[in-house]
């Protein structure tokens, strides 16, 4: 797959062998929105000012999901933070990002029912095997944690979405949590990109884990008020 973005990959890592989204729908959502902020980010699209995301270009970058998100941001008349940008992009999201993985033939779609009943759709890999992509981002993403050395910017803005949305300890489940803990500490605080750019980052991260956590905290009260 060419045009493989940061949101295809976390989406590649967010389902189980099984196909089945183990981050939960509005989760992953809002993992794939901060990743396509990230992408962005590194690409010298958006950066933030003031607590505000700000478009610095808006060149085409060649793939519609960045275009696509560039346009929309560039063309909003208010100045809104990256929480806010996480929370629009996040809507339809998944399947844009599942659907451009089908269509490489990297996954396939399979509907199928729960106890006969309940509708589910599952996006296995077509051979069965953890496709070749999945495994470069692991192998990218374990080597940057278990050593010492610079990390490129793509892997470290991968890292720290794992991180954001709670993957990093499936991820990395077979290293010391004290080491995973250090190094994801020292891969956010380095010197890979420029100082906007991972002040773009660390905001998008947060803008991830505030999301995420509302919608955790928001489930839990719907579930104890039932």
Known sequence: MADLTLA??????????AGVNRLGAPHLGFGLAGALLLELAL???VTVADGRLVVTGTDPLGTPLL???LARIATDPKRRRPRDWVRLLAKDLPDRVLDG????????RESDRVLWVFPRTRYPSPTGAEPVVETQARQRMLAAVSSDGPVE????ALVSLTRAVGLDRKLFRDLPRSQVKRRLAEISEGSWASEATKRAIADTQAAV??????ASTAAIMTTTTA
């Open 8 to 17: 295809h990959e976390l989406a590649l890592l967010g389902y189980d062998d």
């Open 43 to 45: 690409a010298g699209r």
């Open 101 to 108: 993985l089908v269509e490489a033939g990297v996954l396939r």
């Open 209 to 214: 884990i505030a999301a995420t956590t509302a």
């Open 153 to 156: 910017p793509r892997t470290a």
């Open 67 to 69: 275009d696509d998100a």
